[in-house]
């Protein structure tokens, strides 16, 4: 079998020993749960809740602020405590619904009913989706209906579902491919009752046998499905390469995966399609891999949307030692951490804490044009150039030796022998030119 793959990318440490031989483990929230209102791309929803009132476990508590946007549902029963700013993983101040948790878990009426999905229309599949409040799980937050809601729908061919999980650490996806595999494959299939001309493409990296080896036999007599094994490699779980590794079809940052005649969704954004059409549950729980070498008991954990981090660090058993480096999220794309007191949400995919700061193995000195950079970029754009107009502060440059083509993945910085942060000037380059572009 031909494995699929691109040019350039890096292979750090996987690290994903820790936790990926290890069961799912549930884990029920004891403190209150908050809900930050943006937990996707767009508008921030808007609560429809007042303090005091009474809320029921799938109860829709926040609507759509917009049509990019998403509704927020209450993964418990109990009583809205406060309506208030609260930390988030980015270290911003979002507005947040605060519910008590009463520990009943008293469920929404009709919350778990199966449906007769044959019997839906496309539209009122869309609908369910987007009533649900499910948002691209991978990081991203784009909601999902508008994916999956293209201008010309019979222009799609492929429908890739990304299990590459390329991050070092995270085990989540593969956890889940491996425990509620039947439910990936049922909910590509209603995503594929809303495309008429497309196969599905399960796409897993080849360094888990285990997850290959099981879709393929839940996909063996599925005529519009089957699993597309890619090389293990970062970045390969960003949606422009690993279309190029399914169909060999290329995207750049002007275009959507849509104009390539593909969509592509998470693991578990396609298992929370599937318990929303077939089960009529929102989005209401998020697999977290809690892991890194400062954690007692690496893990991946269940848990409700809401639920603190804190809570996640003490079912793992707290730390071995005092860490240097939180992440939330992928060791190469995640987020620095100051605090554990900040909510789940439902694009949190990990919480990863390291006994040293990896990043500081190597003071930062000038850079010495070894060209590591160039191989590892991933869309071949020349790292050290856009850094040297970076610096300068010269958009027109960065533009013009494709800057704005950044994905921002790390790689030139991972590789950098002289410890040069390349990756976080590009960023804030970047930043500063779609800012200008808006305000124009």
Known sequence: MKKGTFKGGIHPYEGKELSMDKPTMQLLPKGDLVYPMSQHIGAPAKPIVAVGDHVLMGQIIAEAGGFVSSPIAASVSGTVKEIRPALTVSGAMVNAIVVENDN???????????????????????DIIRDAGIVGMGGAGFPTFIKLTPKNEDAIDYIIVNGSECEPYLTSDYRVMLEEGEKLVDGL?????????????????????????????????????????????YPEGSERHLIYACTGRKINSSMLPADAGVVVNNVDTVISVHMAVAESTPLI????TVSGDAIMNSQNFSVKTGTSYKELLDAAGGFKAPPKKLISGGTMMGLSLFDVNVPVTKTSSALLAFIEDPADKVPEGPC???????????????????????????????????????????????????????????????????DNRKKK
């Not at 449906?115 to 009122?124: A, F, G, I, P």
């Open 104 to 126: 009943e878990y008293t469920p929404v009426q009709g919350l778990g009913e199966k449906r007769d999905v044959s019997k839906l229309s496309k539209q009122e599949i869309r």
């Open 189 to 233: 299939r209603i995503i594929l009752r809303l495309f008429d001309h497309a196969r599905g493409l399960i796409a897993i990296e080849d360094n888990k046998p285990q997850a290959i080896e099981k879709m393929s036999a839940l996909v063996e007599n599925e005529e519009r499905i089957s699993v597309k094994v890619v090389r293990t490699k």
């Open 285 to 288: 729980r998020r697999i977290v």
């Open 368 to 434: 010495i044009r070894c060209g590591r950079c160039v191989e590892a970029c991933p869309e071949n754009t020349i790292p050290q150039m856009l850094m040297s107009a970076a610096e300068h502060f010269d958009d027109a440059s960065f533009e013009a030796v494709s800057g704005m083509e950044c994905m921002e993945c790390g790689s030139c910085t991972y590789v950098c022998p002289a410890g040069r942060r390349l990756t976080q000037a590009l960023k804030q380059t970047r930043r500063s030119i779609l």
